[in-house]
């Protein structure tokens, strides 16, 4: 079985309170130096079967219907080994 990997993140027009919250307590916890934090969602898929041109086009359709939201998401799909 092969693992394919959806990266989902907010587009970067889109503000993220939960990335700035992360953001404002890090220094509280001692972390400096960050300048940015946003937030998103990974989905890790078992794919039976070979990871072809048509399984990776079917795993890009049911990211952009189901995974997600894209009006205000982007996301990813990459092939892990």
């Known amino acids: 079985?092969?693992?394919?990997?959806?990266d989902v993140m907010l587009k970067p027009e889109i503000l993220d309170p939960q990335g700035q919250a992360v953001q404002r307590a890090l220094p509280r916890l001692g972390f400096?130096?960050?300048?940015?934090?946003?937030?998103?969602?990974?989905?890790?898929?078992e794919v039976q079967g070979p990871v072809d041109e048509a399984a990776l086009?079917?795993?890009?359709e049911m990211a952009e219907t189901f995974l997600a939201n894209t009006v205000i998401e982007d996301f990813t799909v990459r092939v892990e080994s």
């Open 57 to 60: 086009a079917r795993i890009h």
């Open 1 to 6: 079985m092969a693992r394919v990997v959806v």
């Open 32 to 45: 400096e130096g960050i300048a940015d934090v946003r937030q998103g969602k990974r989905f890790e898929l």
